[in-house]
């Protein structure tokens, strides 16, 4: 993905989240640890974090206080889409599947950027549906995790 020059992990390739997963270290029952062997995926699969977001929350939490912390930088690839913005004034909409936010460190509206699996700037709870400011959010991360 176009986050990845960034410094970005990703999740699948060799080096990736999957790849260097260490169950055994995570705060997970046998059975969790037993599946995030079997297949790491799992680690960020609706079904354990619906019982159990720790897993993921632990897994996350480096890219989480990073985002916070702006430890990456958009990529040429973002630079081009603003780039497109700014010369042409075409650039009608940028569909991003990234939840980090890199998109908005350009000069682009927040208004035809499309986040298709959220976005990192807002976390909600999961019981309640309540909104937790990023900043809030990461204070608690930060304490919790």
Request: proline share 7%; glycine share 6%.
């Amino acid at each position: 993905g176009v986050s990845v020059a960034s410094g970005i992990p990703d999740f699948r390739s060799p080096g990736g989240m999957y790849d260097t997963l260490r169950p055994e270290l995570i705060t997970a029952t046998p059975r969790e640890r037993q599946l995030m062997q079997y297949d790491p995926t799992f680690v960020v699969s609706w079904d354990i974090f619906s019982q159990n977001p720790f897993p993921y929350m632990e897994v996350r939490r480096p890219f989480i206080l990073g985002t916070q912390q702006h430890k990456w930088k958009a990529t040429i690839a973002h630079r081009f889409a603003e780039l497109l913005h700014k010369k042409t004034k075409k650039l009608t909409r940028v569909y991003t599947q990234n939840i980090d936010g890199l998109d908005r460190q350009c000069d682009i509206p927040d208004d035809i950027i499309v986040n298709v699996h959220g976005s990192i700037a807002v976390a909600y709870c999961e019981g309640c549906g309540a909104g937790y400011d990023f900043p809030e959010f990461c204070k608690k991360v930060k304490s919790n995790i």
